[in-house]
């Protein structure tokens, strides 16, 4: 993935299934896919969709794979970066371009979340646009994704808790790619819950 480029416009709302089908028809029938391909395909849409596509993959099975939890921990951190930073695309370290995922495993993600983000895409309205397009709030996001990032990380091992830390990330990524507010007022509203929760099942283990 090239360097970052300073801030420009931000991009246009992206409907969810319309986010699917890109990453579908960008896979093909190939049997593995560099997730440098889809975070290059993603990333010129900004970076709503790399954290939706990451917390996704880390929500759905996938997210039960050795050591795919740890992979889109990095990736968020390296999101959440660059959002501090202040940019509009992500720098990715090329042994994490490199990382394939199966195009089988790929496909099965998309089929699995392709009635929820149909039933999404009904309920999405351009709801306080400003809120999802303010820098400072991108700001804010970076800085939550950045704990949130480092924890999953941390303890992606232990079942369960990378899902509970990777609800508000997929909350911001759906907010931010499709400019509706509500969905990054939710994702501030439940981070502080989940994370208690999240370290206290840690801790109790």
């Known amino acids: 993935m090239t360097e970052p480029t300073a801030p420009g416009p931000m991009p246009e709302p992206l409907p969810l299934e319309a986010m699917l089908q890109d990453i579908a028809a960008m896979a093909g029938g190939r049997e593995a896919i560099l997730f440098g391909e889809m ?5 010129r849409r900004g970076f709503g969709p790399v954290l939706t596509l990451a917390a996704a993959l ?23 970066a660059e959002m501090l930073r202040g940019r509009r695309e992500i720098w990715i370290p090329p042994w994490l371009y490199r990382r394939q995922i199966p195009g089988a495993t790929l496909h099965a ?11 999404l895409d009904r309920l999405i309205r351009p709801h306080l ?15 939550v994704v950045a704990v949130t990032s480092l924890a999953i990380i941390a303890i992606g091992a232990i079942p369960g808790l990378p899902f509970l830390l ?40």
Do not use: C, E, Q
Request: glycine share 10%; no cysteine; charged share 10%.
């Open 39 to 43: 975070l290059d395909a993603l990333g």
């Open 58 to 80: 880390t929500l759905l099975p996938t997210g039960m794979v050795p050591l795919v939890p740890a992979v889109m921990g990095v990736i968020m951190l390296t999101t959440s």
């Open 109 to 119: 993600a998309i089929d699995r979340a392709r009635p929820t983000a149909a039933r």
């Open 129 to 143: 646009t400003w809120f999802a397009r303010s820098r400072l709030i991108a700001w804010a996001i970076g800085a």
């Open 166 to 205: 990777a609800i508000h990330p997929l909350l911001f990524g759906i907010g931010l790619t499709t400019g509706d507010g509500r969905f990054v007022l939710a994702g501030f509203a439940i981070f502080l819950p989940t994370a208690y929760v999240a370290l206290r099942l840690a801790g109790a283990l």
